[in-house]
């Protein structure tokens, strides 16, 4: 497709004011300032030692432009695929003749990867099947080199060459890394020196990043990060840095082990090569870097649970000593319906009651132990024991007990003066009996809500359930399609025009 100079210069000033860059920069993940720039990388891989792959991808917020040469700059098949309703892919071809399945597949498997539109110019042969691998297994990881460490985990592995054995290859021997903690979390490095057999992979290094721990998320909790892996080059002191090209982010599940990373890390003969600094005197250094870009925490209701018991508890405290007691509250703990409750007395009165009134209250024991929701309803008296006459001074109340309101009681339960009193008996020979009897009446648990803690990045996000923007319909329509195609190939000839240059 012939275009002007004009036009090319036009859209090259374009592309040149666009927020566009060769290498991925790192951002904050929890603010999304990357949704809105274009993402540009090219790279070229030697694959079976004759065929060199070229890539270009264009990552835009809702959609990716990809071109995949082989052995020459020809566009090639252009495709569209999209994502459609349930859980399908469609594809067409829309420049360079019927669909083949070479370019058509990995166009199939860009969107069900990543979930966004794709449109791929593929020029490789048809019915090269290993060709095809390769390519994707290229596309899957965008590299870059960086001066900066790792800023979360570094891991010196000595000895490499015993972990890349005959005996361990067979066995698909793996090494899982120590754990280490980013964003509130405990994650941990996978790794294969021989490469991961179950993915069919060969002679390369596989690596993953795992939440580490059995059951690390409660069932329903999804916990999405921005990952990069590290491979230090130590001749240059800098690091390969390695991110998925097109999954912004990964998502980890309770409900499925997961895994994020990349079944051909590097090949295992340029990760030998003494030229590439990566194996220096049979030693590596692995890194990784995992931010935090959103947590789902779904509500989580407590069954509403009533147990009607309305059975009476008694408890009988004697206190000696009566009048070497001090100013402050004493208290005496027992137990009732499964709950510790604590008697409290105030010898000389509280608050304005101070040196008038004794103050008598009964408490829960440990009101932070009662699960949150929890109501205990109850019936209760408090008595102080006349010794002489059986003339006892009681209290009755009743009153819903939870861990915020685990208090009640009678701040001017008696006078002091009448408690004193020798003639009432309330004390006798500096002893006094109290007594409590305590009739729970019934124990509810309410419906509450997981509290998303310190781990949370966004709490208004507990109860987002994250939808896929499927952009337009199953196939795009003919005027969305010519448009596309007139941006994408003149998008690809200057970009292919300045990479070749």
Not at 70 to 83: M, Q
Not at 181 to 200: D, F, I, M, S, T
Not at 285 to 313: D, H, L, N, Q, W
Not at 399 to 427: E, M, P, Q, V
Request: aromatic share 10%; glycine share 8%.
């Amino acid at each position: 497709m012939a275009r002007g100079d004009s036009d090319l210069g036009a859209l090259t000033e374009a592309l040149s004011s666009s927020q566009i860059s060769k290498e991925k920069q790192p951002t904050d993940p929890s603010n999304g300032d990357d949704a809105g720039g274009v993402q540009i990388t090219c790279f070229s891989e030697l694959v079976h030692d004759t065929t060199t792959l070229h890539f270009q991808i264009m990552r835009l917020p809702k959609q990716i432009y990809a071109w995949i040469g082989c052995n020459s700059e020809k566009l090639g098949h252009l495709y569209a695929a999209a994502p459609t309703r349930p859980s399908a892919v469609s594809v067409t071809s829309i420049l360079g003749g019927t669909s083949d399945n070479t370019g058509s597949g990995i166009a199939r498997r860009l969107v069900s990867r990543t979930g966004l539109n794709i449109i791929l110019a593929c020029n490789i042969p048809k019915n090269s099947p290993m060709i095809e691998v390769c390519a994707l297994s290229c596309t899957w990881v965008l590299r870059s080199y960086s001066d900066s460490r790792p800023s979360h985990f570094i891991k010196p592995l000595q000895a490499f060459s015993l972990l890349a054995e005959d005996s361990l290859a067979s066995t698909n021997g793996k090494l899982e890394l120590e754990d280490f903690g980013a964003g509130g979390y405990q994650w941990k490095l996978v790794l294969y020196p021989n490469g991961n057999k179950r993915e069919n992979v060969e002679d390369h290094i596989s690596l993953y990043l795992v939440m580490a721990g059995e059951n690390s998320l409660l069932p329903g909790w999804e916990v999405c990060v921005d990952f990069r892996l590290f491979l230090l080059d130590q001749k240059l002191g800098k690091y390969l840095v390695l991110e998925d090209a097109f999954t912004k982010n990964f998502c980890f599940r309770h409900e499925m082990f997961g895994k994020a990373g990349f079944d051909k890390l590097i090949s295992l003969k340029d990760f030998a090569d003494a030229s590439n600094g990566y194996l220096v005197d049979d030693t590596c250094v692995f890194g990784a870097e995992v931010f935090v870009c959103k947590e789902t925490r779904p509500p989580k209701v407590c069954p509403s649970i009533i147990k009607c018991t309305s059975k009476t508890y008694k408890h009988a405290w004697k206190v000696w000593k009566f009048s070497s007691l001090g100013g402050q509250s004493y208290g005496e703990e027992f137990t009732a319906g499964g709950y510790k409750w604590k008697i409290t007395l105030y010898p000389e009165g509280t608050s304005d009651a101070v040196g008038t009134h004794l103050g008598l209250y009964l408490k829960l024991a440990d009101p932070k132990s009662l699960p949150p929701g929890t109501k205990i309803s109850t019936n209760f008296c408090l008595r102080i024991l006349d010794q002489i006459h059986q003339r006892h001074r009681r209290s009755y109340s009743s009153h819903c007990y939870t861990s915020s309101r685990h208090s009640w009681g009678w701040k001017r339960f008696i006078t002091l003066d009448n408690f004193r009193a020798a003639d009432r008996g309330f004390l006798s020979k500096d002893t006094c009996i109290i007594e409590a009897e305590v009739t729970i009446n019934g124990i509810a648990m309410v419906p509450c809500s997981v509290s998303g803690g310190k781990n949370t990045i966004k709490q208004q996000e507990a109860d987002v359930t994250v939808h896929r923007m499927v952009q337009g319909p199953a196939l795009l329509s003919g005027s969305c399609i010519v448009f596309i195609s007139v941006a994408l190939v003149v998008s690809l000839t200057v970009l292919t025009k300045k990479y070749y240059s």
